[in-house]
């Protein structure tokens, strides 16, 4: 295609062709502009979240927490498996949030063994500012794709996704 934009992953796969003809290098971009995009989208995201004082898995926290609906709260254990980090990683943020002010640990009204960890008036306050402006810049970077193209490639992902994770 004459009219095609080239991009960084176009030239590995080109190298590829090169080197090694008989291989369906192609296939090659998919990946590679799937990883090549998140990093860049992942710089993007992090510079909203700074603006808030917060880098991504500090806004991933409160924002998971935000979105548990009334209470705002939840057990480490389901925090950890939602953000997909260990037990030891979860509490060491854990504290960093605690120690902020933007989240509290409170006795679990169900379970008297366990904790509960719950946004703070702050930390509530703050991921709404956040989410708003998270959401704002996501509008920005996704602009120049149509509805439908957004939306075709939200597809494209999600079948993808499915069909990693059921593998």
Request: without cysteine; proline residues 3%.
């Amino acid at each position: 295609m004459a009219d095609k934009k080239m991009d960084a992953v176009d030239l590995i796969v080109d190298q590829w062709k090169n080197e090694r003809p008989e291989l369906n290098s192609e296939l090659m971009g998919i990946p590679g502009r799937i990883k090549r995009s998140s990093a860049l989208v992942q710089h993007k995201l992090e510079k909203t979240f700074a603006e808030y004082g917060l880098n991504y898995w500090e806004f991933d926290v409160l924002a998971t927490l935000r979105r548990a609906g009334s209470l705002y709260s939840l057990a480490p254990t389901a925090l950890f498996s939602t953000l997909m980090v260990t037990s030891g990683t979860m509490t060491h943020r854990l504290k960093g949030l605690e120690k902020r002010g933007l989240i509290a640990r409170t006795a679990n009204p169900e379970d008297a063994r366990s904790m509960l960890v719950e946004l703070t008036e702050e930390g509530f306050q703050l991921i709404d500012k956040a989410v708003t402006a998270h959401t704002e810049n996501l509008e920005r970077i996704l602009s120049p794709l149509t509805e439908d193209e957004q939306q075709q490639l939200d597809n494209a992902l999600r079948k993808i996704l499915s069909l990693l994770e059921d593998a």
